[in-house]
Each structure stands twice: as C-alpha cells, then as structure tokens.
C-alpha cells in the first residue's frame, strides 16, 4: 500500500511536533521508528537509481518523500513513554557525528523489495545504531537485535529477485536523527516526524 510523510508537521531541529506533550490514555500506543531522510542534493541520483532498478526487476517505484535510512525500528511504544524516550535520544543525536554513507550496491529481494545499500557499513554508523539500541533497552524499549544491514527502499513489489550488483556511489549523508510515528489510513502508511535532531560535529 502506498504510504506518505506529512511534510508541513515536520518540526525544526532538536524540536518536537505541536501537541506532541499532550495527555494520552494509558492504552494509546504509537507505532515509531529512527530514521534518517536524504537532503535534496540527493534526490536526482536517487530517481535515476530508482529508474535504473525498475528496469531490471519492475516493481511500484517508492515516492521520493518517503525515501528514508531506517535505523532502529521501534513498534508499538506506550504514548507515555514519548517523553523520556526523547530526553533519553536529544543527549544521543548530539554525541554522534554526522556521516556520509556510500549507496553503491542494488538488489531485489525475495519479499519484493528493491533497494539501494552500501558494499561496507561505516563502523560509525554501527556504534550510532548501537548507542540508539542500549537507549531503547533503558527506556523500556525492545528493539530488533538482528546485525543492523543499512539500505534505502525504492521499489516495492518487484517481481524478480536480483543478487546485489555494483552501481554508481551515491553519497547520503545522516545528519540528523528522526523519531517518525507511522499509522495505517485508508490510503496506507502515513509518517509523521514527532521530532528531530542534529547529529554532532560534522564530520568531512
């Protein structure tokens, strides 16, 4: 189903969305996840990459707002613990630097997913995702304990599987941290970013 990310709620950096501290039941759960979006300068070499794996393997191409880095899948979180999880991850973002990951590998994969993902994991990006984790585990949080395998979504419903093979290197720099909430409408997935951070120094 095809999901969609509400740009215009998006809260500046290190802040959180409107409404976000209000009440909730006890019973109210959000499904969340960590993620990283791609900057603008990114996108052209994304669609051309997109294109270029839809040709071989078919597939419904991702719409480019929903392009995302996935860094820690989250589930279903008590909405009441929406408060230390982000006291716990403002602190977190800021100890890590930012980074630039290479995209130089596609493939498609048995349940229909056609992605972009690197030949090397950064050993920065694994202590990032690790630090993340150990925040979840205080905050009462599970999380997926599987190696963390980093790669971009952008077809869906493919209808070959492609080993990963080679392509141009796309750089896709993780400069910030974002908690997005996703619901499930009648149109499918909708993403919402609750808040967003700054990752640390910069890194060149």
């Not at 990114?42 to 078919?58: D, F, G, I, N, Y």
């Not at 995209?103 to 995702?129: D, E, K, M, Q």
């Not at 905050?139 to 419903?157: E, F, K, N, Q, V």
């Amino acid at each position: 189903m095809a999901s969609a990310i509400s740009t215009s709620s998006e809260p500046p950096h290190g802040q959180c969305a409107s409404g976000f501290g209000q009440p909730q039941s006890a019973s109210h759960r959000l499904r969340l996840f960590l993620a990283v979006w791609p900057g603008e300068a990114t996108h052209k070499k994304l669609r051309a990459a997109q294109s270029a794996l839809q040709q071989q393997v078919a597939g419904r191409p991702v719409k480019p707002a929903l392009w995302h880095l996935t860094l820690a899948f989250l589930g279903d979180v008590p909405a009441q613990r929406l408060t230390a999880l982000t006291t716990a991850l403002a602190p977190l973002a800021r100890q890590h630097a930012a980074l630039c990951l290479h995209f130089n590998r596609c493939g498609s994969w048995r349940n229909g997913i056609g992605y972009l993902a690197p030949a090397h994991t950064p050993a920065s990006l694994l202590a990032l995702v690790h630090a993340i984790r150990q925040q979840l585990h205080v905050c009462g949080i599970a999380s997926d304990s599987r190696h963390y395998t980093p790669h971009l979504t952008l077809l869906r419903h493919t209808r070959e599987v492609l080993a990963p093979q080679p392509v141009p290197a796309i750089d896709y720099r993780l400069d910030h941290l974002a908690l997005v909430q996703s619901t499930l409408g009648p149109h499918g997935a909708h993403y919402r970013q609750l808040a967003r951070w700054p990752l640390g120094h910069s890194q060149t």
